[in-house]
């Protein structure tokens, strides 16, 4: 389990430095004004008709305030996947002394 979810936590460290990179390279295109692209744009890249029905459905499905926090949290910058996959490989790898 624990080496699953190493490969897991590396995968998504691998997915947020090429995110960052990508942020980077859009930066330097649009001379030097930074661009961060959040988890909502990088889904529209790929379909953007799925993103606009996604949002319809939060505000059919949940209350103004929960459509909200699924929309801020959707709102961060891509590249943070890294912290969550920085934090599942540390607690992966890490092993618990056995009390004796």
């Not at 379909?47 to 029905?53: C, G």
């Amino acid at each position: 389990m624990r080496t699953f979810l190493s490969y897991v936590g590396l995968i998504l460290l691998g997915l947020a430095l090429m995110l960052l990179g990508a942020d980077m390279v859009t930066t330097l295109e649009h001379q030097g004004q930074i661009t961060l692209r959040s988890f909502l744009d990088v889904w529209a890249i790929f379909d953007k008709s799925a993103v606009a029905a996604f949002t319809a459905w939060l505000g059919r499905t949940l209350p103004q305030w929960g459509a909200s926090a699924v929309l801020l949290v959707l709102g961060i910058p891509a590249w943070s996947i890294g912290f969550i996959g920085f934090f599942i490989t540390f607690f992966a790898g890490h092993k618990r002394e056995e009390a004796a």
